[in-house]
């Protein structure tokens, strides 16, 4: 399994970054897709996720992104996004796709078995 992920840069405190995960997984819309981002010094910590498709899409965020962080997936191209506005220094990391078959305790990183390379954000104040 190969997890591409996309979409880092620097942007301005208050900007908007979207992040990317193209996936090479036969049965994309079975799995959990999350995100989680490692902020230097510090554990990687859970962003967002949203489970499989026949779930119903529930989505899935930490208190510091929600309501400025949206997750999102096309099953058809295998890619899940991670739009991100409002941005804030705090929110600079790099940036981390994983995949998971299972849909259930989604803020966890023990419940995903594949990761992406990470892709670094950085947000300037």
Not at 69 to 89: E, G
Request: net charge positive.
């Amino acid at each position: 399994v190969q997890l591409q992920a996309s979409g880092g840069g620097l942007v301005q405190a208050g900007g908007s970054l979207r992040l990317s995960c193209a996936a090479s997984l036969r049965t994309f819309s079975a799995y959990s897709m999350g995100w989680f981002r490692q902020a230097p010094g510090k554990e990687r910590e859970f962003v967002a996720a949203i489970a499989p498709t026949w779930t119903g899409d529930r989505l899935y965020y930490s208190d510091s992104v929600k309501g400025r962080f949206t997750i999102s997936r096309d099953d058809v191209k295998n890619t899940v996004y991670l739009q991100m506005n409002s941005l804030k220094p705090e929110d600079t990391a790099v940036y981390y796709c994983a995949a998971s078959n299972k849909n259930w305790d989604l803020h966890r990183k023990r419940q995903y078995d594949d990761w992406g390379q990470g892709t670094l954000v950085t947000v300037s104040s």
